[in-house]
T-cell receptor
Framework: RKEVEQDPGPFNVPEGATVAFNCTYS??????FFWYRQDCRKEPKLLMS???SGNEDGRFTAQLNRASQYISLLIRDSKLSDSATYLC??????????FGTGTRLLVSP | DAGVIQSPRHEVTEMGQEVTLRCKPI?????LFWYRQTMMRGLELLIY????????DSGMPEDRFSAKMPNASFSTLKIQPSEPRDSAVYFC??????????FGPGTRLTVL
């Protein structure tokens, strides 16, 4: 079983739609959680951290459920510029980040 | 400010040849990471350094791979001999610690 699992997609949505991605992780000792964004043929960049209490950054909301070992990302009012691959990332300790293989989002006009 | 710098950006080589990838981390960052990304396996951590010292190389696939960090501003990842299955995008990243790792643009390696 992979340490971090994501639905690869692609998720095809129209502009203005709300879309949600989910991710599960296998290591119950994982310490911290993040979403990174990767544009086509570019490097990954940190999008946001994920906290148990949930956190919001503009149109983006991230949630963590430690009991179910589940992380989510919600994007409201999708923009064309949101088209990218979203990587679920788990810190297993000692500076090591484990990346999911990503969920691809395509936002169309 | 300059971000993480990697060279070359693209490398095409033949099986059996030695390949050297280079990375300059962001000044002041004390962690440096080497990753490999493929469609099938995603982004995998190969090795990371703290203050120029290798901390965890458990992700290095085999003895053909080696990495060095002779000083705080330079690191290399070497593959010798290279094989077609090594074809991937290799990223270098640096950080001051979790959560944000800053990635370089990557080196796209093709081994024929």
């Amino acid at each position: 079983r992979k340490e971090v699992e994501q639905d690869p997609g692609p998720f095809n949505v129209p502009e203005g739609a709300t879309v949600a991605f989910n991710c599960t992780y296998s290591n119950s000792a994982s310490q911290s959680f993040f979403w990174y964004r990767q544009d086509c043929r570019k490097e990954p960049k940190l999008l946001m951290s994920v906290y148990s209490s949930g956190n919001e950054d503009g149109r983006f909301t991230a949630q963590l459920n430690r009991a179910s070992q589940y992380i989510s990302l919600l994007i409201r009012d999708s923009k064309l510029s949101d088209s990218a691959t979203y990587l679920c990332v788990v810190n297993t300790g000692f500076q090591k980040l484990v990346f999911g293989t990503g969920t691809r989002l395509l936002v169309s006009p | 400010d300059a971000g993480v710098i990697q060279s070359p950006r693209h490398e095409v080589t033949e099986m059996g040849q030695e390949v050297t990838l280079r990375c300059k981390p962001i000044s002041g960052h004390d962690y440096l990471f080497w990753y490999r990304q493929t469609m099938m396996r995603g982004l995998e951590l190969l090795i990371y350094f703290n203050n120029n010292v290798p901390i965890d190389d458990s992700g290095m696939p085999e003895d053909r791979f080696s990495a060095k960090m002779p000083n705080a501003s330079f690191s290399t990842l070497k593959i010798q001999p290279s094989e077609p299955r090594d074809s991937a995008v290799y990223f270098c990243a640096s950080s001051l610690g979790v959560p944000e790792q800053f990635f370089g643009p990557g080196t796209r390696l093709t081994v024929l």
